[in-house]
């Protein structure tokens, strides 16, 4: 395996980990707090634990901490940081209205849409041997979040499903995100660079809830030890993927590995809250785990 594939594996895992960890972590805040709140101070801990990684990162390992100088990067980091927040306002507010087992695979095929424009469009190289094994991760990860319990195959009504628009747009934002942040962080500090959108990540869901007029100060005590845990679990996820990026050409890999982050979650919820886990969903982690051990291996 060359370094650069074991590098987008990597990355791609940390973000399957990353964004998994968190969303086990939400689960435990969104009901109590509201998404909007959970959203801001999850991010608080996030921005504070990635300026720590990147102070470790400088003076004890002795690697350099890169500062934009030019305009044009600060633009972009705003602006990347801002969309992010945008695509979560969206996911908030399909779930909010529609079904989330119809709505939660739709937004879950951004990855496959981002592999597919890039080894398509943007000319990203792959070797035919990582075609099955792409395949079955994607496929799995459809599997995860389909629920066999609320979900009636015979009656599914899609284009015209409760939150279905809101959903739709979080997936095309969410998918020019990732090919975008990709062709920017490419070449770059990607310490420096996933501390920084985030920040503005941050900075962009403080105004989101301001303009909302939501209450940021009614948060319980029991909350801020899952709002941390979220923070952590995203900057993990962030540091990774702008590792991948910056590093790798390994678009689709990355993009495909870390969008399987339900498989993290649904464990996790199964071990500490004692959720079900249905058939269809641990027939999609095994697929999942088959494609990772196939990708390895090719």
Do not use: C
Request: charged content about 10%; hydrophobic content about 55%.
């Amino acid at each position: 395996m060359s370094n650069e594939l074991l590098i987008a594996i990597i990355a791609g895992l940390g973000g399957m980990f990353g964004w998994g960890f968190a969303d086990f972590a939400a689960k435990k805040t969104v009901d109590k707090i509201g998404p909007i709140s959970s959203l801001v101070w999850a991010h608080v801990f996030g921005t504070f634990i990635l300026l720590i990684i990147a102070l470790v990162n400088h003076f004890s390992f002795k690697n350099t901490f890169t500062i934009p100088n030019d305009p044009s990067e600060w633009v972009g980091l705003a602006f990347f940081g801002t969309l992010q927040t945008i695509v979560y306002l969206f996911v908030y507010k399909a779930f909010e209205k529609g079904k989330v087992a119809i709505l939660s695979p739709i937004f879950a095929s951004f990855s496959g849409w981002t592999a597919l424009i890039s080894v398509i469009f943007l000319g990203e190289v792959l070797s035919l041997s990582f075609v099955p094994a792409l395949f079955l991760i994607f496929g799995g990860m459809l599997l995860t979040n389909l629920d066999q319990n609320h979900l009636k195959l015979k009656k599914i009504k899609i284009i015209g499903a409760l939150g279905f628009k809101e959903i739709a747009i979080a997936t095309i934002l969410a998918t020019g995100w990732t090919l975008g942040w990709a062709k920017f962080s490419s070449g770059h500090d990607w310490v420096s660079y996933a501390l920084f959108m985030y920040a503005f990540m941050t900075l962009s869901a403080f105004l989101l809830a301001k303009i909302q007029k939501t209450d940021l100060s009614n948060v319980k005590s029991g909350a801020w030890i899952f709002l941390f845990l979220i923070g952590l679990g995203e900057a993990i996820a962030y540091l990774a993927l702008s590792l991948g990026y910056a590093t790798t050409s390994f678009v689709s890999i990355i993009a495909l590995l870390s969008g399987t982050f339900s498989v993290p979650t649904i464990i996790l919820a199964y071990i500490f809250l004692k959720e079900r886990v249905t058939r269809v969903q641990t027939i999609g982690i095994i697929i999942i785990i088959l494609g990772i051990m196939l990708l390895s291996f090719s």
